[in-house]
């Protein structure tokens, strides 16, 4: 086991430890700053010595990655097993308890921690099923402890197995094709979209991806898609082009539909806009 006091790491320490920048250049960056690691080690629960583990009001967050054997955890909610490969995340204040299923213990790896960002990550408490790359941030991190890895590089090691789990939850995953497919529309938007096929190419559903899309732009699909197309032909307007020309650039075979929703989206006629403009 390592211990320590306070071993507290801000964002920019936290990504000079990590052997790319990019590995927290997310949206859970800011909540993982002001993490402070308090001890992690490995442990092996085997009978006679005792199968059940329980925390009435733990002071500090546990997360747990199961290396081999099955877990029952009982916390507020239904009981669930964590088996070979999860992890459980165990917030601060939320009493639990967690046995073997069979009787035949189990290892893991453990980490007590202090994060006050950890809510806003948006990762569910009790059992985790980490994607690929956070499966590789946990083997990292368990590879820094048996090596007798320092203080900061835990930490960070720590940070980063946080974001990769963060950023595997279903909602950070169709966040991340929303803004994928907004910039691709941004890009194209004279092209024909089938956005339904989109999502579903993306393992998303159409529903899914509306939700994310409007969540990440503020606007529907339809509305994104009608905003990139004003934008292609306001920059034909900026240029000194005609209304016409600006309508047939943004896809628009009449220029009077293409005024009306220019007029609607920037306040003010295109012919107007342009002249302000030049």
């Given at each position: ?34 993490l ?7 442990n ?7 199968q ?21 955890l ?20 939320r009493?639990?308890?967690y ?5 035949r ?21 009790g059992?985790?099923?980490?994607s ?21 590089r ?11 789990l ?13 803004d994928e ?13 089938d ?13 899914a ?52 929703l ?6 003010v006629a ?9």
């Amino acid at each position: 086991m390592i211990s320590m006091d306070s071993m507290a790491l801000d964002l920019d320490v936290m990504t000079r430890l990590t052997s790319s920048r990019r590995e927290l250049a997310r949206p859970a960056a800011a909540a993982i700053a002001g993490l402070r690691l308090i001890a992690v080690g490995s442990n092996r629960i085997e009978p006679p010595r005792g199968q059940v583990l329980r925390r009435d009001r733990p002071a500090e967050s546990h997360l747990s990655w199961i290396v081999h054997g099955e877990v029952l955890l009982r916390e507020p909610g239904p009981p669930r097993i964590a088996g070979s490969g999860d992890a459980l995340l165990l917030p601060a204040g939320r009493p639990h308890r967690y046995a073997s299923t069979d009787g035949r213990g189990w290892r893991a790896l453990w980490i007590v921690f202090d994060c006050p960002g950890l809510d806003e990550l948006g990762l569910a408490a009790g059992v985790l099923h980490p994607s690929s790359a956070a499966a590789r941030a946990c083997a990292g991190l368990a590879g820094l402890v048996a090596s007798g890895g320092t203080g900061p590089r835990l930490a960070a090691a720590l940070a980063v197995l946080l974001a990769e789990l963060a950023a595997g939850t279903p909602t950070a995953r169709a966040d991340r094709i929303a803004d994928e497919i907004a910039q691709r529309l941004r890009n194209d938007p004279l092209r024909h979209w089938d956005l339904p096929g989109e999502a579903a190419a993306a393992g998303l559903s159409w529903s899914a991806l509306r939700q994310a899309l409007r969540r990440r732009t503020g606007l529907a699909p339809e509305r994104l898609l009608r905003a990139a197309r004003l934008e292609r032909g306001a920059s034909v307007l900026m240029q000194g082009g005609s209304v016409g020309s600006a309508a047939s650039a943004a896809g628009f075979a009449d220029p009077f539909h293409f005024s009306r929703l220019f007029r609607r989206a920037y306040g003010v006629a295109p012919r107007s806009w342009r002249d302000s403009a030049g």
